[in-house]
């Protein structure tokens, strides 16, 4: 996908809203079990409940990977089944990868490729040819963490490097990497305050934004700083969205869920 | 695996190598593509030529994550072959993964409890509570990445950060986290001179060594200032073992690499 095709979707559906599928067995509503893959079954009736209301969807890896084969199986079907209902929206396998160039490029194509998401992201700590594999994909896009929305941010990525915090040289750096036009980043919403440096640093740049909801991040204070003139921002909200309920009303409690901030960011918008 | 089962392997062993199991189907013996799974049948065939020769095998994820469901069921059957037959060999996911406190105990369980390995290594950018629901599992070891042997190290990793070198600020910091002896930390062989410096602050952890062989680094300069008293020492090779040959000999040509390497070794320890 485009990122023109990206900023289509969200001006249409006036959201930037991204929902994030971290399924854990243990949260889902119990009749979902005796289902024979209750992690998609789950994930599809999220799905179809709110489509209309985001513009992407982030499922965790790890919360695949944690249920082996079946966890990969279910992975699997949920992009596949996104980009046969809806080719429209975003999908970004929140995967945190990177290592030394000939492997990046098989996580690469196991992401873009083989799996077929439009996007993934990538942790930066090992330079330019750990990351650069990627980029090197046409249409696809590489979301480089930054600033994370977690306590542990604190012990390096605010660090001062040169004078410059190391989420600063991440961005500055990055910006110089082969098909750089190719990134996004991740910036927690925990962390509003920082955004505006940011946006002096990359003003074009699409951020992913983790940490609204759960985590006690703000809407406003992300959108006062990190909205660009392209909107450039897309906001992830997972356990806040997918658990509003633990009945079989869960899908709708979820569209509910979402589309208050839908709302939010429509009312932001105009 | 305790630490000190490690070390008696080693010392009896005569051998502190690991082999990287980096299965890629385009360089494997062609003969093997007619096998139901091809990519378990070269890893045992390595196993069972090698296994009296190392301590440590060490797949990375990315090569079996690159085939989907067939990758993720050769990495399972692998590891399961391991701890069968060889049970007193030390297992490293190299996954490098690392994501905010709850999804990295989704990804710990994933390596550690399903998968059943010994180790996993991860990536320390987003700080303590990203690497300590890994540390928290007894016997297990959390692997962290300071200085990687790619290129792209001197992006961020060499900086200097309050006078220090960025990895050195991880290997500093990491140590005052909680369970921090179960951390053990990748060093990369292209950059033997860093060792000395790197064994002042962490004079008894284990290193992980890559970089021996294909990258270029020299087994001799590593060991010089690499081992301590309890050796301390893994030193990987993937591609200069197991691609050896592409003929039917391959599994007796790695062991023959492996020997040479293992010889050497004998040598330095003796």
């Not at 024979?36 to 599809?44: L, M, Q, R, V, W």
């Not at 309920?245 to 509910?256: I, P, Y």
């Amino acid at each position: 996908m485009t990122t023109q095709e990206l900023i289509a979707q969200i001006k249409k559906k006036k959201s930037f809203l991204c929902i994030g599928l971290d399924v854990d067995l243990e949260k889902i509503p119990k009749h979902l079990l005796n289902d024979e893959d209750p992690i998609f079954a789950f994930n599809k009736a999220i799905i179809d409940a709110t489509h209309n209301l985001c513009v992407a969807y982030k499922p965790n890896t790890a919360f695949y990977e944690a249920y082996g084969l079946k966890g990969w199986r279910a992975l699997e079907k949920t992009v596949n089944y996104l980009n046969e209902k809806h080719p429209e929206i975003f999908t970004i396998a929140d995967a945190k990868r990177g290592d030394i160039g000939n492997t990046s490029t098989r996580y690469a194509k196991a992401f873009f490729e083989d799996l077929g998401f439009d996007s993934v992201t990538v942790a930066p700590y090992m330079g330019r040819d750990s990351v650069e594999p990627f980029l090197a994909f046409e249409n696809k896009h590489t979301i480089l963490l930054a600033l994370t929305s977690n306590e542990g941010a604190f012990d390096f990525q605010t660090k001062l490097v040169d004078g410059k915090s190391l989420y600063n040289q991440v961005l500055e750096t990055s910006k110089a990497w082969k098909n750089a036009k190719n990134l996004m980043y991740v910036v927690g919403a925990t962390k509003a305050e920082y955004f505006k440096d940011i946006r002096k640093i990359i003003p074009d740049a699409f951020l992913l934004v983790p940490g609204v909801g759960a985590q006690g991040g703000n809407l406003q204070d992300v959108c006062k700083y990190g909205l660009n003139a392209q909107i450039g921002l897309l906001v992830n909200s997972s356990r806040g969205i997918i658990y509003a309920s633990e009945g079989v009303d869960f899908a709708q409690a979820a569209a509910t869920k979402a589309e208050a901030l839908q709302q939010e960011m429509a009312a932001i918008l105009s």
